[in-house]
């Protein structure tokens, strides 16, 4: 994410006789993708949350629910880490903790309600501006070809 390369024009993909450079197209694609996503998070409200915080926020968001140990050993961290964590987050109202019905001695953690809010209003200040600059940049038939891509895009995300 070198933001010295968000000026620089996007390399020639294709040759005349149709072979694509897959190097130049990843290159294009990272830069592309950068600056979308720096557009996005400019249309959500800002955050005081660290990285570390956010992403357990997220990984509770996908997961439903989980133990701090359990959340460690997704972040590949050491469970006195992730305690802080947990712990500001939970003094910011974000991560609520309860027995874990299997086994008392645990802590089971999950978002509240405040914290899906936030991610509710994030995604769709998101989709809206989204949505407008769609609207607003590309023609219905780009915007067509941009809903083709969209499987492809998330098929590399899975990769």
Do not use: Y
């Amino acid at each position: 994410m070198d933001e010295r390369d968000e000026g620089r024009p996007a390399t020639s993909t294709a040759h005349a006789d149709g072979d694509v450079e897959v190097g130049a197209v990843a290159a294009d694609l990272r830069l592309v993708v950068v600056q979308l996503l720096r557009r996005l998070r400019e249309q959500a409200p800002g955050s005081d949350l660290t990285k570390s915080q956010s992403t357990v926020l997220g990984l509770l968001e996908t997961l439903g629910s989980a133990t701090a140990t359990e959340l460690a050993k997704a972040q590949g961290m050491r469970p006195q880490s992730m305690a802080a964590i947990v712990a500001a987050l939970q003094s910011f109202g974000l991560v609520a903790g309860a027995p874990d019905p299997r086994d008392g001695r645990k802590t089971v953690l999950s978002l509240t309600e405040k914290a899906r809010e936030e991610f509710r209003t994030g995604r769709l200040a998101k989709e809206d501006w989204l949505t407008s600059a769609l609207v607003a940049t590309l023609t219905p038939e780009q915007i067509a070809q941009v809903a083709e891509v969209v499987p492809l895009l998330r098929r590399l995300g899975q990769a």
